[in-house]
């Protein structure tokens, strides 16, 4: 497993952001040298921030900011497969892979929030209906990227049927993008990354949760003689970092969030104590990239602070 060890931006633009925010912060994330800016792939916000203007389209969104950076990967963490149909996703990601020039990744979950498919008349099955779905999903979408030139993919499940699809267009990556998948589900999760995962991605959770989830996805990779090896292993932390005290406490209020709190829970301190996390988390999980779930999308000075005193250190 590479241990070169990359800082990802990670943002959650249905909490209130549009476009042109969004664009803000991914042209500062590139021209200070983080690796990549994802999103999230929502509709509705959550909690009781305004939400103003509303939602923002995650591939639309990713669409745009191909054309308008150079070198970052961008993806989304993750993609509700709850909110488009398999097929015409793998022709919009791959759309979007080629008008990037080949810097997607593409993050798939099987969907959890139950009030945006309310406000948005997107039906909701259950979860395990959800979650079967979903392993249809990264069947046709992997099959149809990965289906040669001049041949034709067909697929009989119980929720998709394709017949015949020419399996275009292709992406600009072969034979496809990168594949995330993620979650704290013990079973059905675990062995879907095994399947199909580049990366697996473990969101918000503590030290002890990650490493038993990514010892039951390598436990599942050697359950079908795949090398766990292959798979990336990523965690994702809300971000709060000051040169003192005092900027710390500023950053946290300016997302509704305690200082204690965002210690113990979150990426959040002093560079110092920052560096010091990762190294625990990394030395712990074997994880070889962070991303940076950064909340305030007006202050970019908080990417700078990372970007000079943390980075450099890891």
């Known amino acids: 497993m590479t241990q070169n ?36 792939d929502h509709y ?39 909110f488009r149909l398999p097929g015409p996703l793998a022709i919009s990601v791959a759309q979007v ?38 392993a249809e999903q990264l069947e046709i979408i992997t099959g149809l990227w990965e289906t040669p030139e001049g041949e034709t993919f067909s697929f009989d499940g119980q929720h998709y049927q394709l017949t015949d699809s020419p399996a275009l267009p292709k992406p600009a990556q072969r034979p496809r993008p990168p594949v995330l998948i993620g979650g704290a589900g013990k079973k059905r999760t675990p062995a879907l990354a095994a399947r199909f995962a580049d990366e697996f991605n473990l969101p918000f959770v503590d030290v002890d949760t990650a490493a038993a989830q990514f010892e039951r996805v390598d436990a599942a990779c050697q359950a079908i003689g795949r090398d766990s090896g292959e798979i990336v292993r990523s965690a994702a932390m809300v971000l709060c970092v000051g040169k003192d005290e005092a900027e710390l406490a500023r950053r946290a209020q300016a997302i509704g969030r305690e200082v204690d709190e965002l210690r113990a829970n979150g990426l959040a301190g002093t560079p110092a104590e920052v560096v010091d996390k990762i190294g625990s988390w990394r030395e712990r999980t074997g994880i070889s990239r962070l991303y940076l779930q950064v909340l305030d999308l007006t202050d970019l000075g908080h990417l700078d602070v990372v970007a000079s005193e943390v980075a450099p250190q890891l």
Do not use: C, N
């Open 44 to 82: 509705l916000k959550m909690g009781s921030v305004a939400g103003d203007p509303g939602p923002t389209d995650a591939w639309v969104t990713l669409g745009g900011l191909a054309r308008e950076t150079s070198r970052l990967r961008l993806g989304t963490l993750m993609t509700a497969g709850t």
């Open 5 to 40: 060890f990359t800082l990802r931006i990670f943002t959650e633009p249905q909490q209130g952001a549009s476009y042109d925010d969004l664009l803000r912060v991914a042209k500062h994330a590139e021209d200070t040298g983080y690796d990549a800016f994802f999103r999230s």
């Open 97 to 134: 892979d080629q008008m990037s020039g080949g810097r997607v990744e593409f993050g798939l979950g099987s969907g959890w929030y139950e009030e945006e498919h309310t406000a948005y008349g997107i039906p909701f099955p259950s979860l395990k209906e959800r979650f079967d779905r979903y």
